[in-house]
């Protein structure tokens, strides 16, 4: 009967051992685009490419904003926190941001009647920290907590990373990098390795949201004002005169929520910079695998039949729509640690340190 419960407990405790005895890692890498070649006539970007498939990837970046976020609501609320991990120290009774501060933020329209409203604007102050998803851009390095630990994978601070020289000569050259980050993971073999979702640059969700969009609705208007001009619409998109089949019930609708529809250009975030990276054991070597999509929004030139008052009705015009050109990069290698390695491409290029991490 005591070997029935001895064996489990030996087993789980040879796992924890294993698990102290993991080599740990730090992966910092350096994107930067790569200025166009002349000579180069062929075009390798494609409207087609496969979608890259991040299942089970980490979105690190987020997850370090998110961590990033909740000491800054704290503190901003008063609440002295530890910054090595960022757990709760004490509870202040008073919010690091003034009553005077919350007044000035106020818009000039806007009221405070009683001091639960301030309360409650000063907790909405406090919530204004960026969520990724809403910048414009990323910052070159994204910023993070700097911790010291193995219990889980997590992104490098800016005071973690040793290529900022490298970054600087890159800029020196007049080179343009998107992404200088780093984040620090156990060993695992090529089947159970996370691989890291990673982006930067530009925010290419956030241009169309905010201005494709509502310029996408102003053309749709007034193509439709040319088409019967008889037709009044008011300011919900529904004609006002007696001709309803001249503006069909479908566009009515779409008219009314659209500024609410997400473009169909770019249906989930998508950054300038956006690709996974993995790194992992394979026959006692470091590997690593990586595919990234360099993206750009470009205008081009379309015919477009439009509905005129000319003898025949119809007259070819050319518009300008805005799409997506994608540019592909692609890397399963071998690597050795310590050593800076270069991945390159015509349009990317991908500076890299493995470093063992002495924990």
Same mark, same amino acid.
């Given at each position: ?82 910054? %090595?991990?960022?757990?709760? *120290? $004490?509870?202040?009774?008073? +919010?690091?941001? /003034?009553?005077? =501060? ?73 080179l343009t990098p998107l992404l200088h980050t780093g984040w620090r993971q156990p060993e695992s073999n090529i ?36 088409? %019967?001009?008889?037709?009044? *619409? $008011?300011?919900?998109?529904? +004609?006002?005169? /007696?001709?309803? =089949? ?114």
């Amino acid at each position: 009967m005591i070997i029935k419960y001895v064996l489990p407990l030996s087993l789980l405790s040879a796992s924890f051992m294993a698990s102290a005895n993991l080599r740990w890692f730090d992966i910092e890498l350096i994107f930067f685009e790569r200025p166009t070649d002349s000579e180069l006539k062929e075009d390798l970007s494609a409207e087609d490419f496969p979608a890259i498939n991040y299942t089970n990837s980490k979105d690190i970046i987020a997850e370090a904003y998110q961590e990033l976020q909740n000491v800054k609501y704290k503190e901003c609320m008063g609440i002295e926190v530890d910054n %090595e991990n960022g757990d709760q *120290i $004490d509870g202040l009774d008073q +919010p690091a941001i /003034s009553n005077d =501060d919350v007044i000035e933020a106020f818009e000039t329209s806007s009221q405070i009647n009683n001091d639960d409203e301030l309360d409650n604007f000063a907790q909405l102050e406090c919530q204004r920290y960026s969520n990724v998803a809403e910048l414009d851009a990323l910052p070159l390095t994204p910023d993070a907590l700097t911790f010291e630990h193995t219990d889980y994978i997590y992104l490098l601070s800016k005071e973690q990373l040793e290529l900022n020289e490298t970054v600087s000569r890159l800029k020196r050259r007049g080179l343009t990098p998107l992404l200088h980050t780093g984040w620090r993971q156990p060993e695992s073999n090529i089947r159970n390795a996370t691989p890291m979702y990673l982006y930067g640059g530009k925010n290419l969700s956030a241009v169309i949201n905010k201005s494709e969009n509502e310029q996408s609705l102003e053309q749709m208007l007034n193509e439709y004002t040319q088409f %019967e001009q008889s037709e009044a *619409i $008011d300011l919900n998109g529904v +004609p006002q005169s /007696s001709h309803i =089949d001249a503006f069909p019930s479908d566009i009515v609708n779409d008219v009314e929520t659209f500024e609410d529809t997400p473009s169909p250009l770019l249906t989930e975030q998508t950054w300038q910079l956006q690709g996974k990276f993995k790194v992992f054991i394979r026959r006692n070597y470091l590997n690593i695998e990586a595919d990234f999509d360099l993206n750009e929004l470009v205008e081009q030139t379309v015919d477009n039949i439009n509905f005129t008052d000319g003898d025949n009705g119809l007259a070819l015009q050319q518009l300008t729509e805005t799409v997506l050109k994608t540019e592909r990069f692609s890397q399963f290698r071998r690597v050795i640690s310590s050593e800076i390695h270069y991945f390159d491409h015509p349009k990317l290029g991908i500076i890299m340190q493995i470093r063992r991490y002495n924990h």
